[in-house]
């Protein structure tokens, strides 16, 4: 979730602490009173909590014996993977807007207003604003490694620096499967609409950061530019490797453990006449519009992995790209125009 993790990232990186004794103190914890586990993301990512920390201070030496190998490559503009066919940008008015949380994408904004607040942000919400500056603003991946830097009271430089180059920076296959990707035509970092409907199911993290869209319901403070869009052209998201619509996709290929409560849809949103304008509310005027066109996700409630989650204020007709819940059984979307729609199970059927 958003707000997991020890928090015990600064004593680690300042040598307060070190990996081998929060790993003794971690398990010694759970033989005393029993393991916990938290399978949010599905049968790939089991295993008691004390495991995962382990798996995770792997990855922090990881990095670390990485930066040593790779050297002052991690710090040039092609990364330690030498990355070529990218035109980065400098703008630094999308910069600025992107550190001081003025997106208009909910998640990333509280994710930069937390860091600029409290020098922290969570390792998920790290990846997903990281993202989103290099695959959606298109600018300089070293200008945002350069602001964590700055701004974290956690940083070192191999998990800093080695993050951005290791799962933001793109690879070379992916950078030759963009070529060919309009990424004018909406958001392509689809983690900034998804993850939050897991990772801040109740939104609060979200609402806490971005206080100006308290006055909304739920499932508009989720998607704010549906109160002067709506969907039009659908489309495939559903990922695999190297998807050029997902930033963690490369070298991936077990997606189903993660993300198997999408079906796999999901509709750019065009600007214009909406359904769901709101009398309290007007983009631009109390939240940013996107940076960059939206999408409208499908989701499948009953696939959730979370207990406890809000979406529904608005009444089940206006949003039709999410469906599901116990109360009102197995529920079938239709699209406008097209004999086909979804069962809760996430299966198409024609």
């Known amino acids: 979730m958003v707000n997991g993790g020890t928090r015990l990232s600064p004593w680690l990186a300042f040598g307060c602490l070190s990996a081998r004794m929060v790993v003794k103190e971690a398990r010694e914890w759970e033989r005393q009173h029993g393991k916990t586990s938290s399978t ?14 382990h798996t995770e201070l792997l990855f922090r030496d990881f990095l670390r014996f990485s930066a040593l190998a790779w050297g002052t490559s991690l710090f040039k503009i092609g990364g330690p993977f030498h990355i070529k066919g990218v035109q980065w940008k400098k703008d630094q008015e999308l910069f600025q807007k992107w550190c001081l949380g003025q997106t208009g994408f909910p998640f990333v904004d509280a994710g930069m207003r937390e ?19 290099v695959r959606n603003l298109g600018l300089d991946w070293r200008m945002g490694a350069e ?17 951005w180059a290791y799962r933001i920076l793109q690879r070379p296959s992916l950078v030759e499967t963009r070529a060919n990707y309009p990424l004018e035509e909406h958001v392509n970092t689809v983690e900034v609409v998804v993850w939050p409907a897991v ?9 806490l950061w971005v206080p100006e869209l308290q006055g909304l319901p739920k499932d508009l403070a989720r998607e704010p530019w549906r109160t002067e869009g709506q969907p039009s052209k659908r489309i495939q998201i559903k990922p695999y490797k ?11 290929t077990n997606w189903d453990y993660e993300y198997f409560w999408l079906p796999g849809d ?14 309290n509310f007007q983009l631009q005027r109390d939240y940013f519009r996107p940076l960059v066109p939206a999408l409208n996700v499908a989701l499948d ?16 007709s206006s949003r039709p790209h999410i469906w599901g819940g116990e109360r009102r059984g197995v529920k079938v979307f239709k699209e406008k125009g097209k004999g086909k729609g979804y069962r809760r199970s996430g299966k198409r059927r024609d």
């Open 266 to 279: 999901a509709w750019i949103v065009k600007h214009g006449k909406a359904e769901l304008r709101h009398e």
């Open 40 to 53: 949010s993301k599905g049968v790939g990512k089991t295993g008691s909590t004390g495991t995962r920390l």
């Open 242 to 252: 190297d998807s050029p619509l997902w930033f963690c996709a490369a070298n991936r």
């Open 199 to 207: 990772h801040d199911a109740q939104l609060e993290h979200t609402l």
């Open 115 to 133: 860091l600029a607040a409290t020098g922290y942000m969570s390792h998920l919400h790290r990846q997903c604003c990281a993202a989103f500056l």
């Open 301 to 316: 409630l009953d696939a959730l992995p979370v207990q406890h989650f809000v979406w529904g204020d608005t009444p089940a």
């Open 147 to 163: 602001h964590f830097e700055s701004q974290l009271l956690d940083h070192t430089p191999d998990a800093n620096w080695g993050n």
